[in-house]
C-alpha cells in the first residue's frame, strides 16, 4: 500500500513520470550500503533480533508518511527520504530473515519452503496494491499509509514467535562484506543468477510508469494504478500456488533463463497491448515467470551458501532483488520522458531477452547446472 501511495503522491504532484522514477532511486543507495552491511550483521547476531529492529523502523516510518498525509505536507523531498528510510530499514533487515529458512526446513524441501515464502510475500502484494489503490481514491493517501502502519503489527509477531537464531561458526571478524564478495565472484553459477534478475529488473519492470499508463492507456486513476501493480503479485502468486512440478525440475540454470526470457516477452506484449484486461493478463504472466525464477534462484544460493556465509550472500542478493526494480524505475522513467511510455515498455521487454540470451552464449554452464551436483 506504502509503494502505491507513494507513486500516487508524486506524480499527482509533478505530474512528471521521471519524478517518479526518481522515487525508486532514492531508495537505491540505502539499499546498496544497508543490504551488503545487514548481510554481514545477520551473519553475527541473533538473526530473530535483526529482523524484529527492521520491522519496527518500517512500521515507524509508514506511520510518519501517514502524519504528513494527514497534516498535509506533502511535498517531494520529503517522500523522497521517508522511502530511503524504507529501503535502509528493508535491507538491514531482510538478510536476516532469508537466511533463516534453510535452518527451518531440511535441504529436500527448500524449493517447497521457497515457494511458500513467495506465496506469502505475493499474497501481501496482491492485496495491498488493490486495496491501497482503493483507500487512495476514496480516502487520500494518509488512509493508506495509517493502514499499512497497523499491518506491521502482524509482522512483528511473526518474528516475535521464532526461537532464537544465530549463526553458526561465524564471528564479527570474519563476518566481512569484501568476504561475501568474495565468494560470489568464486561462484560463476550464482553470480549468473544475480546478473539474469538485474537484467529482468532494470529493463523488463516499468512499474515507475503505472501511473502514467493508468491514465494515458486506460483513462484510469489510482484504482487502475492498483490494479496494475497487484497484477504480477498475482501471477507470481498463481506461480507459488501451483509449484509443486519445481522440486522434479533438477536443471535450475536453464529455468532461470527460461523464466527470465518469459518475463521480457510478457512485458513487451504489455506495451504493445491498450486494452486493460489483456495488459493485466500479460503482467500476471509476468508475475508468473518471475515466481518461478526466484525459487530457483534463491534454492540455488541456499545450497551453495555455508550457513556463516547466507547472510552476506542474502544481503548481496537483496541488493540485486530490490535495488534492480530501482535502476528499472530510473531507467523507465528516464526512457518515457525521452520518447513515450509504450516506447520505454517495449524496449525495455526486448532488451531483458536480449540480456538472457547474451547470458546463455556466455555462459554454458550455467544451462548445465543440476541441482543434484550443485556446482556454484
Known amino acids: 500500500m506504502t509503494a502505491v ?26 539499499l546498496v550500503v544497508f543490504g551488503l552491511y545487514g548481510g554481514a550483521i545477520a551473519d553475527t547476531v541473533d538473526r530473530r533480533r535483526l529482523g524484529m529492529i527492521g520491522s519496527a523502523g518500517l512500521a515507524v516510518v509508514s506511520g510518519g508518511l501517514a502524519l504528513q498525509a494527514l497534516l498535509g505536507a506533502e511535498q517531494v523531498g520529503l517522500l523522497y527520504a521517508a522511502v530511503a528510510l524504507q529501503g535502509a530499514f528493508f535491507a538491514a533487515s531482510s538478510p536476516a530473515r532469508s537466511a533463516m529458512i534453510p535452518r527451518l526446513v531440511p535441504r529436500e524441501q527448500l524449493p517447497a519452503a521457497n515457494a511458500l515464502n513467495t506465496i506469502g510475500m505475493n499474497l501481501g ?7 491501497g489503490g482503493l483507500l487512495i481514491g476514496a480516502y487520500g493517501a494518509g488512509s493508506a499509509y495509517a493502514l499499512d502502519t497497523v499491518a506491521f503489527g502482524a509482522t512483528l509477531y511473526a518474528m516475535w514467535r521464532l526461537p532464537a537464531m544465530r549463526p553458526t561458526g561465524a564471528t564479527g571478524a570474519r563476518a566481512s562484506v569484501l568476504d561475501g564478495l568474495r565468494f560470489l565472484r568464486e561462484q560463476p553459477n550464482l553470480r549468473t543468477s544475480f546478473l539474469a534478475d538485474l537484467a529482468a529488473m532494470i529493463f523488463g519492470l516499468p512499474r515507475a510508469l503505472f501511473p ?5 492507456f486506460y483513462g484510469g486513476g489510482p484504482g487502475t494504478v492498483g490494479l496494475l501493480v497487484a497484477a504480477p503479485a498475482v501471477g507470481a502468486l498463481a506461480g507459488g500456488l501451483f509449484s509443486g512440478w519445481i522440486a522434479r525440475v533438477h536443471r535450475h540454470g536453464a529455468a532461470v533463463l527460461t523464466a527470465v526470457a518469459a518475463w521480457g ?8 497491448i491498450h486494452q486493460l484486461w489483456l495488459g493485466l493478463l500479460f503482467l500476471t504472466a509476468a508475475g508468473c515467470a518471475d515466481t518461478i525464477s526466484m525459487i530457483f534462484r534463491n534454492t540455488m544460493m541456499q545450497v551453495a551458501a555455508p550457513d556463516d556465509m547466507r547472510g552476506r550472500l542474502q ?11 530501482r535502476l528499472g524505475d530510473f531507467e523507465s522513467g528516464t526512457v518515457a520522458a525521452l520518447t513515450t511510455p509504450t516506447v520505454s515498455v ?6 531483458c531477452v536480449a540480456a538472457v540470451l547474451l547470458l546463455a552464449a556466455r555462459r554454458p554452464a550455467f544451462l548445465r547446472y543440476d541441482a543434484r551436483r550443485p556446482t556454484p
Open 212 to 216: 502514467a499508463i493508468a491514465v494515458g
Open 125 to 131: 502484494l496482491t492485496v495491498g496494491p488493490m486495496l
Open 265 to 272: 516477452l510478457a512485458i513487451a506484449a504489455f506495451g504493445l
Open 346 to 351: 517495449i524496449t525495455g521487454g526486448l532488451a
Open 315 to 325: 544481503g548481496i542478493f537483496i541488493v540485486v532483488v530490490a535495488g534492480g526494480p
Open 5 to 30: 501511495a507513494v507513486s500516487v503522491q508524486v506524480y499527482q504532484l509533478t505530474h512528471s513520470t521521471f519524478a517518479t522514477g526518481l522515487v525508486g532511486l532514492c531508495s537505491l543507495l540505502p
